[in-house]
């Protein structure tokens, strides 16, 4: 099914309704000119054509006031559909954003994706309302005006075209100059817009490095080749209007040198040349504004190409739309010979990895940074699909489970948290209106002192990103919107990293009992201590396993494990 059908499709009935009233409005803008050159000749026979003039003068006058009803009418029924358009291509990107997986977004940036949102968006709004209102109107307008016309006179009426016809040739050279221009436009607007995004983000890193110069140097770059591109296509769209306009100035050169002489000789009328002027003067309109409405359907095209981008293609799925359940009680967790490469780059992140996390139990991971620890989180939750075979739950290959039931059945609290600008009530519940399960969820994560001491306790607005909050109260405001949901497997992510030891040993205590209720838990973290009570443990290093064992085993023997047990309880010491 086309994009303008299914996306157009839904609202025919106003559209259908809107060229009923466009039609009304052609009609009677074209027969105004023969009631006006009837009158016109009638002026000729001077007080015996009165009553003639008088009466066409009042056709004249209600068929003035009714084309403006019609056309406002037809403006309505045409605009209207045009803004539900904007609002379900907005509503069906936006999801379609949140159902891709990461692998599919990690192509846009942000600022693109934002612009396909709004700008893209906005233009197909514009055609499926003013610019479909124009496409038909001109296509009316140029029939019916053409057709009286012909009934005026057919030879003056084909050598009118002439104009027309080369001027619209020349047109669409330049048309397609400027669809490249939008395109071109579309594209730096975005990677502008992520320029802009990306700085505001890291506000507090390009002002404590004193970057500005070096942030404002490519932001103007980046603004200078979007201007060019801009000035390039308005000079584009501005030839379109005068040559537009210069062929109706033609038409009326070539109604006065053919149709003149007809006058003179009686083949004629006054009031028939009155009529031919007055329609070449209605076609004019729809006539220059198509170099307008060529510019939005151009664009257009463009913002269509770009949206579909994302609505076309189906979300990474291997299940299908036949995924088996997940499992509704803590499972198994089995990775058999893993290897997983990310996507533009040579080495692998994870090598042959192997390990099985019976149900209920906890895997401690360690492993300095860059040793594949947080690659495996992704993978587990699936963020990114593993390679088939490599990751199994309950002996079901992962990529076999139905992904959204996957997802709810697992709780990922991630090392670098993210935090939307409301407050630290919503941050955990996220839609949720359960109060009893924040008050738990808060205890669990440790994080009632700090509610204590805020002003605005739960409801305090932690602001963008979570920039007034510390880092230990941002990674504690994440793992309570982990434990507050229902899961069978927790996988955490260095979530203790930014707390202080005595706030560590309660989270592993509330962690362990949360264990203990039958949850698989995935706990990675550089501090050995927060790994002791797991009940065995993997050493990753360049996403190889180097070592593996319960803490006792591997506290125990030499290896990476103790030596960094023993430097960190060194450095406690001092």
Known sequence: MSFSRRTMGPYWHWYAGGTLALLATNFLSVTIPLHLATGVDALAKGAAGAPVVAHEAGIVAVMGVSVIAVRTLSRVLYFTPGRYVEQNLRRDLFGAILRHQPSFLARYSTGDLYSRLSSDVGTVRLLAGFGTL??????????????????LSAPVAWWLLIPVAVALLIVQVLIQRMYKLMRRGQEELAALSGHVMSTYKGIAAVQGFVAEDAFVAEFDKQNDQYLRTTVERTQVRAALGPLLSLASDLNVWVLLLLAGPRVIDGTMTVGQLVAFTTLVAFVTGPLRTSSFLWSIVKQ????????????????????????????????????????FTWPGRDAAALKDVSVTVPAGKSLGILGATGSGKSTLASLLTRAWNPPRGTLFIDGVDVLDLDLDAWRRAVTLVPQRPFLFGESIADNILLGREDQGALEQA?????????????????????????????????????????????????????????????????????????????????????????????????????GRVIDAGTPAELLGRPGRFRDTWDQQQAGEAS
């Open 134 to 151: 124009q496409l038909a109107n001109a296509g009316i307008a140029f029939a019916m005006a053409g057709a009286q016309m012909l009934r």
């Open 300 to 339: 257009a095209q463009a913002s269509i190409e770009r949206v579909e981008a994302i609505l076309s293609l189906p979300p990474d799925r291997p299940e299908g739309a036949h995924g088996q359940p997940s499992p509704s009680s803590a499972p198994q967790i089995e990775l058999r010979n893993l290897t």
């Open 442 to 542: 808060t205890r669990l994560a440790a994080l009632g002192p700090d509610l204590a001491a805020l002003p605005q306790g739960k409801d305090t607005i932690v602001g963008e990103h979570g920039v007034r909050l510390s880092g230990g109260q941002r990674q504690r405001t994440a793992l309570a919107r982990g434990l507050i949901r229902d899961h069978s497997v927790l996988i955490l992510d260095d979530v203790l990293s930014a707390v202080d030891h005595a706030t560590e040993v309660e989270l592993i205590e509330n962690l362990r009992a949360l264990g203990e209720r039958g949850v698989t838990t995935v706990l990675i973290a550089h501090r050995v201590s927060a790994l002791l009570h797991t009940d065995q443990v993997i050493v990753l290093d360049e």
